[in-house]
Nanobody, 122 residues
Framework: QVQLVESGGGLVQAGDSLRLSCAAS????????MGWFRQAPGKEREFVAA???????RRVDSVKGRFTISRDNAKNTVYLQMNSLKPEDTAVYYC????????????????WGQGTQVTVSS
């Protein structure tokens, strides 16, 4: 089982940027596809972005052009760069991992981090 620890959340103003990090341990990071999800108060958890083992990516439409997912296998870390933040981006952001074929951008994950809070004020 891979362990995931998110960091980088905080309180920012609309239009600001944040970079979330997710450090993985316990298994070979390059064997895992990675993803980011978020859950706002009173809402279900939703998919934000995912990256395959080979670096292919997928994002939900609401963050395209603003959020970028990337990975650094040498650092066992996946990132979510969030630009032009909006109040509706306020949520707890979760990192996720699962084994998958190299080119597959999966949105189904079995390992999850504890989450990091992102709050965007207007």
């Amino acid at each position: 089982q891979v362990q995931l620890v998110e960091s980088g959340g905080g309180l920012v103003q609309a239009g600001d940027s944040l970079r979330l990090s997710c450090a993985a341990s316990g298994r070979t990071f390059s064997d895992y596809a990675m993803g980011w999800f978020r859950q706002a108060p009173g809402k279900e958890r939703e998919f934000v972005a995912a990256i395959s083992r080979s670096g292919s990516t997928r994002r939900v439409d609401s963050v395209k052009g603003r959020f970028t997912i990337s990975r650094d296998n040498a650092k066992n870390t996946v990132y979510l760069q969030m630009n032009s933040l909006k109040p509706e981006d306020t949520a707890v952001y979760y990192c996720a991992a699962d084994s998958a074929p190299s080119a597959v951008v999966t949105t189904n994950f079995r390992s999850w981090g504890q989450g990091t809070q992102v709050t965007v004020s207007s």
